[in-house]
């Protein structure tokens, strides 16, 4: 599969389909399982609140995945994303209730690096309950 985007079609400001992803204790629990992941602050609602928390969190990892979606499902093959890094900012709570926590993330593109590689920079914002969740959250993809 290679990207189906081409570079040459896109410009700095170019806006990705923003999308929104549901997460609830049910997601966190297969996570935790296909992750190996089994820290109790991500399922165990007694012993979050007990180390400070508001209440269950989102792992991390499993929140900076759901946003790098945005760019992959965009782009059209994720071996086109040649590097992805965040700043954890705030925790997605995940309350214990049929609707869970909903991240919404958007993606616009920042800048074209490299004519040759055929690399731009996509900025991403990912937001819960209004608060900014990731930052400093930045791609670099690779272009037809």
């Known amino acids: 599969m290679a990207a189906t985007v081409s570079y040459d079609d896109v410009e700095v400001g170019t806006e990705l389909p923003a999308a929104a992803f549901p997460v609830t204790r049910a997601t966190l629990v297969r996570y935790a399982g296909a992750s190996?992941?089994?820290?109790?602050?991500?399922?165990?609602?007694?012993?979050?609140?007990?180390?400070?928390?508001?209440?269950?969190?989102?792992?991390?990892?499993?929140?900076?995945?759901?946003?790098?979606?945005?760019v992959t499902d965009w782009v059209g093959d994720p071996a086109a994303v040649v590097d992805y890094g965040v700043r954890f900012t705030k925790p997605v709570v995940v309350p214990n209730?049929?609707?869970?926590?909903?991240?919404?993330?958007?993606?616009?593109?920042?800048?074209?690096?490299?004519?040759?590689?055929?690399?731009?920079?996509?900025?991403?914002?990912a937001v819960c309950d209004g608060q900014k969740v990731l930052g400093m959250a930045r791609a670099v993809v690779a272009l037809a």
């Not at 602050?41 to 989102?58: Q, R, S, T, Y």
């Not at 919404?104 to 690399?119: C, G, P």
Request: proline share 3%; glycine share 6%.
């Open 36 to 70: 190996g992941d089994f820290n109790p602050i991500h399922w165990n609602e007694k012993f979050a609140k007990e180390v400070g928390l508001p209440d269950v969190i989102a792992h991390g990892m499993f929140t900076m995945a759901e946003a790098i979606r945005v």
């Open 97 to 125: 209730d049929d609707k869970g926590a909903v991240v919404e993330v958007s993606a616009k593109v920042a800048a074209k690096l490299d004519d040759e590689a055929r690399t731009v920079r996509v900025d991403l914002t």
